[in-house]
T-cell receptor, first 114, second 115 residues
Framework: AQSVTQPDIHITVSEGASLELRCNYSYGATPYLFWYVQSPGQGLQLLLKYFSGDTLVQGIKGFEAEFKRSQSSFNLRKPSVHWSDAAEYFCAVGAHSGNTPLVFGKGTRLSVIA | NAGVTQTPKFRVLKTGQSMTLLCAQD?????MYWYRQDPGMGLRLIHY???????AKGEVPDGYNVSRLKKQNFLLGLESAAPSQTSVYFC??????????????FGSGTRLTVV
């Protein structure tokens, strides 16, 4: 069965600093990987996804993520964090076929300080 | 184009009461899902459906029932609510044909409190 581990429960970064959120997955085949963001009291917004091809994927709001098969990782990065990036971030893994439900990590809460 | 609509958005129940959460999608998607979100637990799958008239259990199905009588609707029922079911519930839908391009479409969530 697939699983997702987000090792960091809470991260605090200064505005303007770089950010990396970690995601490790376990999946028996080539995974379909997602990052979602959730602002307080809001729903989930898709940041980016990896299906195949270039292992560095660009998303919205200046985020990017890199798929590393050898490390079973899909870490999210942003070169310069803005105060509005404070939110909770979820990594998810699914099957290419889309015929099995996505499995989500427990999330990483990002705080941004001045 | 409304996407995925969840009704109601907020609800407070007393222990032992019953209620039904409605998820409606207008995209003709085959697959529909119910997740619950709890602090520090991420999203956990309750039940899902791969088509009209079908349902399957997810990771945390106990205390919930579901029905998919119409393709566009996926109902989540709580027969006898318990405080442990206090949570935010998200519905999502997807289509195999364009899953690569779009993944899931999520509703905005239902915040349920059981007192």
């Amino acid at each position: 069965a697939q699983s997702v581990t987000q090792p960091d429960i809470h991260i605090t970064v200064s505005e303007g600093a770089s950010l990396e959120l970690r995601c490790n997955y376990s999946y028996g085949a080539t995974p379909y990987l997602f990052w979602y963001v959730q602002s307080p009291g809001q729903g989930l917004q898709l940041l980016l996804k990896y299906f195949s091809g270039d292992t560095l994927v660009q998303g919205i709001k200046g985020f990017e993520a890199e798929f590393k098969r050898s490390q079973s990782s899909f870490n999210l990065r942003k070169p310069s964090v803005h105060w509005s990036d404070a939110a909770e971030y979820f990594c998810a893994v699914g099957a290419h076929s889309g015929n099995t439900p996505l499995v989500f990590g427990k999330g990483t809460r990002l705080s941004v300080i001045a | 184009n409304a996407g995925v609509t969840q009704t109601p958005k907020f609800r407070v129940l007393k222990t032992g009461q019953s209620m039904t959460l409605l998820c409606a999608q207008d995209m003709n998607h085959e697959y529909m899902y119910w997740y619950r979100q709890d602090p520090g637990m991420g999203l956990r799958l309750i039940h899902y459906s791969v088509g009209e008239g079908t349902t399957a259990k997810g990771e945390v199905p106990d205390g919930y029932n579901v029905s998919r009588l119409k393709k566009q609707n996926f109902l989540l029922g709580l027969e006898s609510a318990a405080p442990s079911q206090t949570s935010v519930y998200f519905c999502a839908s997807s289509q195999l044909r364009d899953f690569e391009a779009y993944g899931y479409t999520f509703g905005s969530g239902t915040r349920l409190t059981v007192v």
